[in-house]
């Protein structure tokens, strides 16, 4: 099967066409390519004429706070009566909203007239965090600029009349990228001997890059359809993860310090409390998600394989 898509060079992208080499044909669309996403002629032409079944759209911008500082000028844009002055405007930069929503609506354009499966993978953020639990069923309510141009592009995959997955993501980590993850990022600082203050007033569930593949090939190859929480089997806080990290690699935990969301994002985008997504439904098809504990003996195997 061929799949053509973004983001095929980032951290989950490159992950994933490697794993699935063997079972897929990838075509690539991205800046290396040629093919700027904001470009909505050059995205039409080049999704029609491919002979790939599937659209993967993973490309975004996903610095939160980078995308908090986008939302005055993104509002002053959208207020832009001429529609095709607006489209100049998100053409011109790299803003949330010209990344995150244009470029998503170009790419549903292009496969509303090629008439091909899309897959757009988004992220835990779009819900507030007020509720225990999330499941697939419960409606997002974003609380910052990242999370609102996210289920934007959300809003505009379900409305397209097309056949679609939502993938919806949390915390992904893996064994070995050339930048680092969060889960990378703290280890190697507590390498480093560097004290780290981590919240304990926020829950998310990390999610294994691997396993996300695994379990999107399954989604593939099952011909699913709808939304889906393709997510960790564990909820930790961050303060939960760095310990688990010390104690997995040896490292002094003492340099890992309690602090307060309050405390840690003030002046930064709002951080939801809550990020409990259930993956149950996935469970349903056979689909097994590890647990943080058991993900980071994985890629700490990994990266003993690797002399990392």
Known sequence: MQIIGTGFTGLIGTRFTELLKDSYSFEHISLESGVNILNKEKVIDVITKSKAEIVLHMAAKTNVDGCEEDKRNDIETLKTQDLNEQEKMWISGQSAWAVNVFGTQNIVEACKKANKKIIYVSTDFVFDGSKKHYSEEDKPNPINWYAK????????VQN????YLIIRLAYPYRAYFERNDFVRGLLARLKKG???EMVTDHIMVPTFIDDFVNALDVLIQKNELGIFHVVGSQSVTPYDVAVKIAREFNLDETLIRKTLRSDYFKNKAPRPFRLNLKNDKIGKLGIEML???????EIKAQMQNLNL
């Open 149 to 156: 141009t996210k289920y934007e592009g959300e809003k505009l």
């Open 160 to 163: 397209s009349g097309l056949r």
């Open 194 to 196: 560097e004290s780290l």
């Open 291 to 297: 647990s943080f504990d058991q993900g980071l003996r």
